[in-house]
């Protein structure tokens, strides 16, 4: 009678458990994806032609960044692992060093500062190249929704599938790992950065002018490498949950920092949609 009653009490633990969980992954993914389609609502309220095709050119030119990125950012691991003196033809046979090396390149400041600049230049040219190909993007709401579509793609290609496996592996929980919650913050950040790099590059391709389009890299390395530096460097003061508030902290004040330098830019490009939220 008692094991029976410790049977039912261990079912009901572990029901709660899994509720928890899931409740969790929403409440994550939410915070991950809602301020993007909130965002996408009040664009599509302007009632701009070829809003859907903005937004599927956004999706094509991320996928298409991360085909392009996809051998030199191999290339550049293999490299700094190699200089570090690893054997990276072990590493797909041996998950410890294996591990190690991720480890090694998750700190490398070199390596990080080289994905930024392939990142930050590859992204900024086939955005330019979209702008300056494609009619539709010619004017702000339209930009704003390939920036939108841009930002939401990376959620929903690389965020959550990884987000989706964690809540499937018995052997993590989701409540209790706050690299997921910031990893949700981030892709929400990073959405609204890639309409922000977008307005930048739009600009660029109007004025015909190359200044916003540097201006756009320059940003967005600053963005993907300033806050690991931080994080880095205080991580022995901070600890490992301390690393990942400063990063955050630091990706907020990087997009402030962007959004200050280029107000009066945005501010007018960004009018059609805060007039729709006024209303």
Same mark, same amino acid.
């Given at each position: 009678?008692?094991?029976?009653?410790?049977?039912?009490?261990?079912?009901?633990?572990?029901?709660?458990?899994?509720?928890?969980?899931?409740?969790? &992954?929403?409440?994550?993914?939410?915070?991950?994806?809602?301020? $993007?389609?909130?965002?996408?609502?009040?664009?599509? @309220?302007?009632?701009?032609? *070829?809003?859907?095709?903005?937004?599927?050119?956004?999706?094509?030119?991320?996928?298409?960044?991360?085909?392009?990125?996809?051998?030199?950012?191999?290339? $550049?691991?293999?490299?700094?692992?190699?200089?570090?003196?690893?054997?990276?033809?072990?590493l797909s046979?041996?998950?410890? @060093?294996?591990?190690?090396?991720?480890? &090694?390149?998750?700190?490398?400041?070199?390596?990080?500062?080289?994905l930024a600049?392939?990142?930050?230049?590859?992204?900024?040219?086939?955005?330019? &190249?979209?702008?300056? @190909?494609? *009619?539709?993007?010619?004017?702000?709401?339209?930009?704003?929704?390939?920036?939108?579509?841009?930002?939401?793609?990376?959620?929903?290609?690389?965020?959550?599938?990884?987000?989706?496996?964690?809540?499937?592996?018995?052997?993590? *929980?989701?409540? #209790?790992?706050?690299?997921?919650?910031?990893?949700a913050l981030?892709?929400?950040?990073?959405?609204?950065?890639?309409?922000?790099?977008?307005?930048?590059?739009?600009?660029?391709?109007?004025?015909?002018?190359?200044?916003?389009?540097?201006?756009?890299?320059?940003?967005?390395?600053?963005?993907?490498?300033?806050?690991?530096?931080?994080?880095?460097?205080?991580?022995?003061?901070?600890?490992?949950?301390?690393?990942? =508030?400063? =990063?955050?902290?630091?990706?907020? #004040?990087?997009?402030?920092?962007?959004?200050?330098?280029?107000?009066?830019?945005?501010?007018?490009?960004?009018?059609?949609?805060?007039?729709?939220?006024? *209303?």
């Amino acid at each position: 009678m008692e094991e029976s009653k410790n049977l039912l009490e261990t079912q009901n633990n572990l029901q709660l458990d899994i509720m928890l969980e899931f409740i969790v &992954y929403l409440l994550v993914l939410l915070l991950a994806a809602g301020p $993007v389609l909130i965002a996408f609502y009040f664009v599509s @309220k302007t009632e701009a032609p *070829s809003l859907l095709q903005a937004t599927l050119l956004g999706t094509f030119g991320w996928i298409i960044a991360q085909v392009l990125l996809f051998i030199p950012r191999l290339l $550049v691991g293999e490299l700094v692992l190699r200089q570090a003196g690893f054997d990276t033809a072990e590493l797909s046979s041996n998950s410890e @060093k294996a591990a190690q090396a991720s480890e &090694y390149l998750a700190n490398h400041m070199g390596y990080i500062l080289m994905l930024a600049l392939l990142f930050g230049i590859t992204a900024q040219f086939i955005r330019f &190249y979209e702008i300056m @190909k494609f *009619s539709s993007l010619s004017k702000t709401p339209p930009i704003i929704a390939f920036g939108l579509g841009w930002g939401f793609t990376e959620t929903a290609f690389l965020y959550t599938p990884q987000l989706t496996i964690a809540l499937l592996d018995p052997g993590q *929980s989701l409540t #209790l790992d706050p690299s997921l919650l910031s990893g949700a913050l981030e892709r929400s950040l990073y959405a609204f950065l890639t309409v922000l790099l977008s307005i930048l590059v739009w600009s660029s391709v109007t004025q015909g002018n190359l200044k916003p389009l540097l201006q756009a890299i320059n940003w967005h390395v600053a963005y993907l490498f300033i806050p690991q530096v931080v994080g880095w460097s205080l991580r022995t003061v901070v600890g490992d949950v301390g690393r990942i =508030i400063v =990063i955050d902290s630091m990706y907020f #004040l990087v997009l402030i920092a962007m959004i200050f330098s280029h107000q009066s830019l945005f501010q007018e490009s960004l009018e059609p949609i805060t007039k729709r939220i006024d *209303s």
